[in-house]
């Protein structure tokens, strides 16, 4: 069964940082490309960044610069570290990635960026 289990995500400042994480189960971690989605208030779903398993990376405009997306294949986890967050990145953050053609999700973590 693949799980997807986020966290780190909370209420910080506008400028501040947060750290996501992302634990998976059930999939072969270390050939799988994962990403990190997210959904703020009335918005579509939209990629943030993802990272394939040879640890390249790709990530949307308005957070490149300021995103760092990683991956531990020993702990089986995906990270996505925020800096210099902005009132517009708040959201909440999903875990995806594929297996056997299905895609699968995380139940999400919410970000909120206020003052």
């Known amino acids: 069964q693949v799980r997807l289990v986020e966290s780190g995500g909370g209420l910080v400042q506008p400028g501040g940082s947060l750290r996501l994480a992302c634990k998976a189960s059930?999939?072969?971690?270390?050939?799988?490309?994962m990403g990190w989605y997210r959904q703020g208030p009335g918005k579509e779903r939209e990629l943030v960044a993802h990272?394939?398993?040879?640890?390249?990376?790709n990530y949307t405009e308005s957070v490149r610069g300021r995103f760092t997306i990683s991956r531990d294949n020993v702990r089986r986890t995906v990270y996505l570290q925020m800096n210099s967050l902005r009132p517009e990145d708040t959201a909440v953050y999903y875990c995806?990635?594929?297996?056997?053609?299905?895609?699968?999700w995380g139940q999400g973590t919410q970000v909120t960026v206020s003052s």
């Open positions: 995806n990635t594929y297996h056997r053609f299905r895609e699968y």
């Open positions: 059930g999939i072969n971690f270390g050939i799988n490309t």
């Open positions: 990272i394939s398993s040879d640890h390249s990376t």
